[in-house]
């Protein structure tokens, strides 16, 4: 056993001098720290908007405005942050998909901020997937919140 320990540390070893022929130490270390910060605040956040989530959210047909009672450049502003949060999600949903996190969560709620066509189809699709409602409406069950209501 304890061979086999050795042979497995003498072969991460030799990748991580193989990696660091491309990439400085200091650049690992920080793309490490990231996914570190990124896991732990998508462990707060996920759970936190899908709580607040109404329970229609994905049975609307004709979502509200973004801001409707505000000035129209108050409302331009947010609209251009929201879709830059959303997208920011969108990716790191992809990246946690090979990294530690919940990729398919975050994607959820960065498509979610993101306004495009075909938006409201492409989340339902999203949501349906297998397991995906069942664990969602299992977190909102937990808060006491009432399980989101969706056609799949």
Sequence with gaps: MTELFARLQGFIEQSIVFIESFIP???LLAI?????????????????ILIRLPADYFNEEKPSMWMSTYHPIIRKI????????????????IAMLVLPGQGILTMLIGVSLIDF??????????ICVPGILK???ALR???GKPPLSINC
């Design 25 to 27: 130490g200091e650049v």
């Design 32 to 48: 490490f720290l990231v996914s570190i910060v990124a896991f732990i605040g998508t462990l707060v956040a996920i759970p936190a």
């Design 78 to 93: 947010s609209h251009f942050l929201k879709n830059g949060v959303g997208y920011i999600f969108l990716l790191a949903g």
């Design 117 to 126: 066509p075909g938006k409201r189809k492409f989340e339902k699709k999203l």
């Design 135 to 137: 664990t969602i409406n």
């Design 141 to 143: 069950q937990k808060y």
